[in-house]
């Protein structure tokens, strides 16, 4: 039997799911930490589930205490992938997060009032500055394996490099990562359940942690579950 700790992802759409399943489980399984992902039941009826997208957060809520339930073992840890943009406002934190100038700080609140309110020891929450898409910023030029869009793809690498971290570029409604490379590439917006997590292959995980540097804090910490 193998040695090591089960890491349970609780994570917001496909685009997550996918990216999860083919770029940190394998990774992490370097580490020990073997990877199980699901994407949260917005609403259920008796023959099935729909998933994707956040509505409110009760529908994370009770996912995260079904799969706490559903799994008890003392080498079982969960952790959540959810975005800082439209992040509905039931969510702990959320009014006092709203009030935070430093983006690292609002996402500082937000993770540890989930801790709070599900103050399970195994849980590990996390959430995305400021949306998964800006994973895809670290190094723009990589959407040119999915897209040919030289002019636009120049025109994201640009932008992108008027921020320190594309982890700091805003989650105003026309502003935010995706909608920023939706503006550049409207295909996108079609295809960026399967484009996103290839170009995040193509970016290579060591470009993305080293610029996100609250996404790199979070795989440091789950490269650690099994010392």
């Known amino acids: 039997m193998r040695s090591g700790i ?5 994570v917001e759409g496909q685009t997550e799911e996918t990216f999860a399943n083919t770029i940190l489980k394998p990774h992490l399984a370097n580490h020990r930490v073997w990877v199980s992902v ?3 039941a917005t609403r259920r009826s008796r023959t099935r589930s729909f998933k994707g997208g956040i509505n409110t957060y009760l529908q994370a809520r009770k996912d995260v205490h079904t799969w706490l339930k559903e799994d008890s073992g003392a080498d079982a840890r969960f952790t959540t992938m959810f975005d800082v943009y439209g992040l509905p406002e039931d969510f702990p934190g959320f009014c006092l997060a709203t009030k935070a100038t430093d983006p690292y700080d609002k996402v500082e609140i937000l993770e540890d009032a989930l801790g709070c309110d599900i103050p399970d020891r195994r849980l590990i929450p996390y959430f995305q500055l400021h949306e ?7 190094l723009p030029m990589k959407f040119d394996s999915q897209f040919d869009e030289i002019t636009a793809i120049k025109s994201l690498s640009d ?21 920023r490379i939706i503006r550049e590439i409207p295909e996108f917006e ?5 484009a996103g997590p290839l170009i995040a292959q193509s970016v290579g995980l060591h470009t993305i942690r080293n610029r996100c540097p609250h996404f790199g804090e979070w795989i440091s910490k789950l490269e650690q579950l099994a010392l």
């Open 6 to 10: 089960r890491l349970n992802f609780i």
């Open 38 to 40: 699901r994407v949260v």
């Open 132 to 138: 998964f898409e800006a994973l895809l910023l670290s």
């Open 159 to 179: 932008m992108a490099s008027e921020y320190e971290s594309p982890e700091l570029i805003d989650d105003g409604t026309a502003t935010a990562p995706s909608k």
């Open 190 to 194: 079609r295809l960026k359940a399967s």
